[in-house]
Nanobody, 117 residues
């Protein structure tokens, strides 16, 4: 089992920045991919950024060039640096840790990010 706790959300003006953190505990040795999703009201939960244990990253087009995903050396904390925030970035942001074999994924409780215009 893996437990995830997000922090760092809040209210920010358009153009501002926030840094989200996701602290993991438990059996993280089996984890292969870590990522951030977001879900706006009335919309589906979308994947926005991933990082592998080897450090390879991928981003959704909507955040590419503005958001940066990173992790600490131990792999038990994942960050999402969000710059040049826009009102359309407003959502609940969820941390996700995933193992590939056997397939299993874990979610944090979510943290609200609100960007005012």
């Amino acid at each position: 089992q893996v437990q995830l706790v997000e922090s760092g959300g809040g209210l920010v003006q358009a153009g501002g920045s926030l840094r989200l953190s996701c602290a993991a505990s438990g059996s993280i040795r089996s984890i292969n991919v870590m990522g951030w999703y977001r879900q706006a009201p009335g919309k589906q939960r979308d994947l926005i950024a991933t990082i592998t244990t080897g450090g390879s990253t991928n981003y959704a087009d909507s955040v590419k060039g503005r958001f940066t995903i990173s992790k600490d050396n131990a792999g038990n904390t994942v960050y999402l640096q969000m710059n040049s925030l826009k009102p359309e970035d407003t959502a609940v942001y969820f941390c996700n840790f995933r193992q590939l074999v056997p397939p299993q994924q874990y979610w944090g409780q979510g943290t609200q990010v609100t960007v005012s215009s």
